[in-house]
């Protein structure tokens, strides 16, 4: 290659990297957000009545009568092969009152700071996804520091139906309200797909406001109107400063560990919550001496890495019963008895046996929800 | 998120750092961490009348 084509070539690099950078963002690790490609789902695939955590890091929520499915998808626009999808599973034609179904996304308060909120140098802060729906319309996107308020609303129009779309929605930095530079909420996201009158009877507002009712833009789609409906959406960014930069696109991997913050399993990823099987549970080291009567086993396990925060265990025996673990007495093991769980932090969980079982050692399979 | 039993677990050390409860149907341990959103909405269950986080065994 010459040395004039390896001038040129620099000078392309140069002038990406100047872009990247003006816009106040990271030239790296841009993303403020884990899972935007819908990778990962640890909890499974389908979520028939969808009221809480789907995909990792993404929550759905509904009030009121609304409900819906939500599916991982093998669909996405051109370079993603994942995307969330929500389907309303009840018809709701006429929302009244607090009726309410949205994507709930939440970041971490000491992930935020580099925005400076509470002080005059605020920085913005940028929003961008691809969605697709066959229905065509406003959807508002609310943002609420440390929960709300303040709230300031953004909304995106969805042109063409059936159609992978890209939108960027950018909100501009507040001066007034610091985020707490802790491991809760330091701002949370509602994408609103269908919304009564409670939220959006007021006059929707842009700028940084504290009434709960001018969130929503009362035009807004109402996704719940018949269960033929559906809203699908995939790389989700949001970076800091004005402009959106290309999807950061990161190996499964690297989302996996970045996920497993907020929540982590001890079964292998394909396999399902619950299932019935032994395979890569939890035990303890030593468990074909039956070690009599009175003996408490006792044995600490660490989480693939640190949580958020102390996590919420749920246990399963090797029959997939929940609260349940296994007992081992010989080589092989029996299901249906307790373990408690004690000394349990961020890092690991500690149980013990029940002393008035006779009991060499125990197993289980666990989850650990560490979510916002 | 409904909760309908809660009841504090005694550790090896005598302590009562997590609580047993059941969440939808689910047996789950919930520290009594602050941050943590399953304590929390314990601790907004405890407050309704007739509500209550049962000792230990």
Same mark, same amino acid.
């Given at each position: 290659m010459s040395r004039a084509r390896d001038i040129a070539d620099f000078g392309l690099v140069s002038s990406r990297l100047d872009t990247v950078g003006g816009s106040s963002g990271a030239l790296s690790n841009r993303n403020l957000f884990q899972n935007g490609a819908c990778l990962i789902s640890q909890r499974g695939t389908s979520f028939p009545d969808a009221n809480g955590m789907t995909l990792d890091r993404f929550k759905v929520t509904r009030n009121g009568a609304t409900r819906n499915v939500v599916t991982q998808e093998n669909d996405g626009p051109t370079g993603f092969s994942k995307s969330l999808k929500v389907s309303p599973s009840t018809a709701d034609t006429s929302l009244t009152g607090s009726d309410l179904s949205f994507i709930i996304i939440n970041l971490e308060g000491q992930d935020l700071q580099q925005l400076a909120?509470?002080?005059?140098?605020?920085?913005?802060?940028?929003?961008?996804?691809?969605?697709?729906?066959?229905?065509?319309?406003?959807?508002?996107?609310s943002n609420e520091v440390n929960l709300g308020p303040p709230f300031s609303s953004r909304y995106f129009t969805i042109s063409s139906a059936n159609t992978w779309e890209r939108h960027t929605l950018t909100w501009t930095g507040n001066p007034d309200t610091a985020i707490d530079n802790d491991n809760t909420t330091g701002i949370e996201f509602q994408m609103i797909l269908a919304a009564g009158p409670n939220f959006s009877s007021g006059t929707y507002n842009e700028g940084w406001h504290t009434t709960g009712g001018d969130r929503v833009r009362s035009d807004n789609i109402n996704l719940s109107s018949?269960?033929?409906? +559906?809203?699908?959406?995939?790389?989700? !960014?949001?970076? $800091?400063?004005?402009? =959106?930069? *290309?999807?950061?696109?990161?190996?499964?991997?690297?989302?996996?560990?970045?996920?497993?913050?907020?929540?982590?399993?001890?079964?292998?990823?394909?396999?399902?919550?619950?299932?019935?099987?032994?395979?890569?549970?939890?035990?303890?080291?030593?468990?074909?001496?039956?070690?009599?009567?009175? +003996?408490?086993?006792?044995?600490?396990? !660490?989480?693939? $890495?640190?949580?958020? =925060?102390? *996590?919420?265990?749920?246990?399963?025996?090797?029959?997939g019963t929940s609260g349940k673990a296994n007992y081992y007495?010989?080589?092989?093991?029996t299901a249906n008895h307790t373990v408690s769980i004690g000394n349990l932090n961020a890092r690991c969980l500690g149980g013990y046996s029940d002393r008035s079982t006779t009991i060499g050692g125990w197993a289980f399979h666990y989850t650990a929800d560490a979510e916002l | 998120m409904d909760i309908t039993s809660a009841k504090y677990i005694t550790d090896l050390r005598g302590g009562e750092s997590t609580i047993l409860v059941v969440i939808d149907d689910t047996p789950m341990t919930v520290p009594q961490d602050p941050s943590n959103v399953h304590f929390q909405a314990i601790l907004e269950w405890a407050e309704e009348d007739g509500n209550e986080i049962a000792a230990a065994d």
């Open positions: 909120y509470g002080t005059s140098g605020a920085k913005d802060l940028t929003m961008s996804f691809y969605a697709k729906s066959n229905l065509t319309g406003n959807i508002t996107v018949s269960t033929s409906n +559906y809203f699908q959406i995939t790389g989700l !960014q949001i970076e $800091v400063g004005d402009t =959106a930069t *290309p999807f950061e696109h990161r190996s499964f991997g690297d989302q996996l560990k970045a996920c497993q913050r907020y929540f982590a399993k001890s079964y292998p990823y394909s396999t399902a919550i619950g299932a019935t099987t032994g395979k890569a549970m939890v035990q303890t080291d030593f468990h074909e001496n039956n070690q009599g009567a009175g +003996y408490r086993e006792k044995y600490d396990f !660490q989480f693939p $890495v640190e949580m958020r =925060a102390s *996590p919420t265990i749920t246990q399963y025996d090797s029959a007495i010989t080589v092989s093991s | -």
